[in-house]
């Protein structure tokens, strides 16, 4: 009677434990597909948040095409930041599982949370076979890469863009304190005239601001320089920035916008020499 009530015992402990195993095994797809996290497209989503856990929260909302970071700062939003944000509407995962005891995944507090659009995605622990993250969204938990969740520790001066001119903003005029250079008709004017100054280099100046992009972006209020540069631009706006050097190279501050934008010397002398050329 003993032996039995011992063998019965087993057994009943044995079908527990599979029980639990079936419990905590994920769902795996029978053709070898993998479960998208998402039906939304990037298309469809025009607000963005994150909060990471004992931190402030991030938002970003796209205005006619253009992203801006609107908290806790307000500036042109980094679009290789938000493209990488709205990839998680992309992922796959090979695994699937109930939302259930999310403090086992680290779920319960999560380490920070997205929301794109309407879904929210939270972030937990990490698998320690594969160093995948899980991930709750849409009622599952989910396994994906870590790659998704760099972008989302950033602080708010990461999502910042390092392009000191926005896409619409093209420069017409430059006024420095030792020269002026402005387009009339489609031909630069330099004040005073300087005979080194060709129309492909003035040309390839404006191009320079257009499309300079900055080291790092900080938010500043007070300026360091009474070096002022005035740009204008097509569309009859105008920029103030004060302009600064030290040992890491050259500042440029614009007013309107409250943002220092770091630039390396070289960089920095493209910008403010007409004709300069770094050496490569």
């Given amino acids: 009677m003993k032996r039995q009530l011992w063998v019965n015992l087993g057994l009943a402990v044995a079908v527990a434990v599979l029980a639990w195993l079936v419990f905590l095994k994920p ?23 994150i909060t990471p856990a004992n931190q402030p929260r991030i938002a970003l909302r796209k205005q006619q095409k253009t992203w801006f970071v609107t908290e ?27 939302a259930q005891d999310l403090a086992r995944f680290e779920l319960e507090k999560p380490l920070a949370r997205v929301k794109l659009g309407a879904q929210e995605f939270a972030f937990g622990g990490t698998q320690p076979l594969t160093n995948q993250l899980y991930v709750h969204t849409q009622g599952a938990v989910y396994l994906i890469s870590p790659v998704y969740f760099i972008d989302v520790i950033k602080p708010a001066p990461a999502f910042i863009s390092k392009q000191i001119l926005a896409d619409d903003e093209v420069p017409v005029a430059f006024e420095f304190s030792h020269f002026a250079l402005k387009r009339v008709n489609g031909t630069w004017h330099m004040t005073p005239p300087a005979s080194t100054l060709t129309q492909d280099s003035a ?39 004060f302009v600064s050097q030290d ?18 010397t070289p960089a920095g002398k493209t910008l403010l020499e007409p004709g300069f050329a770094p050496k490569s």
């Fill in 27 to 49: 769902e795996t797809p029978a053709d070898a597909a993998l479960y998208k996290l998402s039906a939304l497209s990037a298309s469809q989503v025009n607000e963005i948040s």
């Fill in 72 to 98: 806790p700062i307000n500036a042109r939003a980094d679009t290789l930041r938000v493209d990488s944000l709205l990839g998680l509407l992309t992922a796959k995962s090979e695994k699937r599982m109930p």
């Fill in 203 to 241: 040309n390839t100046f404006a191009d320079e601001w257009r499309h300079a992009l900055a080291m790092s972006v900080q938010p500043t209020v007070t300026p360091q320089s009474t070096t002022v540069v005035r740009v204008t631009f097509q569309s009859g706006k105008t920029a103030n920035l």
């Fill in 247 to 264: 040992a890491n190279g050259w500042l440029l501050l614009r007013e309107d916008e409250h943002l220092a934008y770091r630039f390396t």
